[in-house]
């Protein structure tokens, strides 16, 4: 069972589908072939035998499982693996046969060495990296080779083979744009970064505003009335003063401690102390704190404004006074919910990251491109894949950037 393409009969150039192809059953079969036993196998051996490996705890182990199942996935399906696996079996054996040499080549004292500090290698570790490259170079010619005369029966497979090259170097030059990006700011996403912020600040100030506005509309309506004093007694001017007083005392007392009320405008419109009734008699008004009206709510930008200018004051050294009637946050009285003057995202390298590659990752890459049924490509598969899943029982998927 499998998918197969409208066009010719590519039985005929030995390729069930020149661009992916899949089958359930040696799906199965290849994952348990390079990972789900070689896996466990790999663990005990590297344990008795003393190799180098990174010790996992089982959450580890099941990560790395569930990594190597996705990759598979994509492996197989791309690199043509159903047809390697349906007509013979050579990759299985040359893979058994490389993970373990290429295991005990890794444990000679050269070799014992990464890719990024390869300016200090020693001169074995040079030689063996030569030899490799110089291994891989045979094997991608020839199967460039291989390539080139497929393309006779399938025309255009030779591009999508080469450019398939292009997926790995693209996703490489995105790793390290976004390595020079943390290290640097190189792209200016910061900028981006701190307008997202300033939205978000603007949006946090406008719903405090409105918080004010409607608190102090509710405390208009919520105002005690006090009771009317008679026009005709003598003592109305005294009585009205004292009763006065005695408002303001009791709104004090039951001001909660540490809130801050900010005025936003000194300016508000005062009513006058006394006014006649429609009985004649007289009101006082009671000149209070939850009795103040605002005639502008912009004030809160200056007063953002005052406080970023104390905060630079303060950076510089320099002595600043706080504007009179103003605030440096705005904190309402029921809720004591502050806003902050805006403070701008300054760019800053906290934790540094470099470029990594690693062994796992450049076989991965060259499994891709064993998809032939000449027994050189299908012994290239095996040895690709053992040295990929090597690098990944023995150290796990580590990251082309790290921190």
């Not at 998809?371 to 029982?393: A, D, K, N, P, T």
Request: with cysteine.
């Amino acid at each position: 069972m499998g998918w197969t393409p409208m066009g010719p009969d590519l039985d005929t150039c030995g390729m069930t589908n020149w661009v992916g192809s899949f089958d359930p059953i040696m799906f199965i079969y290849f994952m348990l072939a390079t990972v789900l036993i070689p896996y466990p196998v790999y663990v005990v051996v590297a344990t008795v035998f003393n190799w180098e490996h990174l010790a996992k705890r089982p959450a580890r182990h099941y990560q790395d499982l569930l990594h190597a199942t996705s990759y598979g996935v994509i492996v197989f399906i791309f690199g043509n693996y159903a047809r390697t696996l349906y007509t013979s079996w050579i990759t299985v054996l040359a893979f058994w046969i490389t993970w373990p040499c290429y295991s005990m080549i890794a444990e000679l004292d050269f070799a014992k060495t990464s890719l990024p500090s390869w300016k200090s290698w020693p001169f074995g570790m040079y030689a063996l990296f030569a030899g490799a490259t110089g291994v891989v170079l045979v094997f991608a010619g020839f199967h460039i080779y291989l390539g080139v005369d497929l393309n006779k029966t399938v025309p255009g497979f030779l591009g999508y083979y080469l450019l398939g090259l292009l997926v790995p170097v693209i996703l490489t030059l995105i790793g390290y744009a976004c390595l020079k990006q943390q290290n640097m700011d190189a792209f200016g996403l910061s900028k981006v970064y701190n307008g997202m912020l300033r939205l978000r600040w603007r949006w946090s100030t406008r719903k405090a505003r409105r918080g004010l506005e409607k608190q102090s509309r509710l405390e208009a309506a919520a105002a005690p009335k006090v009771p009317t004093i008679d026009s005709g007694s003598a003592a109305a001017p005294a009585a009205a003063d004292q009763q006065v007083q005695q408002d303001r005392s009791e709104q004090q007392d039951q001001q909660p401690s540490g809130t801050v009320v900010v005025r936003m405008d000194n300016h508000y419109q005062q009513q006058s102390s006394h006014h006649v009734s429609r009985t004649g008699s007289l009101d006082p008004l009671v000149d209070s704190s939850s009795n103040l009206r605002y005639s502008s709510l912009e004030n809160i930008d200056n007063a953002n404004a005052n406080a970023n200018a104390n905060a630079a004051g303060v950076e510089t050294g320099a002595e600043t006074k706080p504007a009179a009637g103003t605030s440096t946050a705005l904190q309402t009285v029921e809720t004591g919910v502050v806003v902050e003057p805006y403070k701008s995202y300054v760019w800053s390298v906290a934790v540094p990251g470099y470029f990594h590659p690693h062994h796992w990752q450049l076989f991965y890459i060259l499994a891709f491109f064993t998809r032939f049924e000449h027994w050189v490509s299908r012994v290239g598969g095996g040895i690709v894949l053992g040295c990929y899943m090597q690098g990944v029982m023995a150290y796990g998927y580590d990251y082309l950037i790290e921190e």
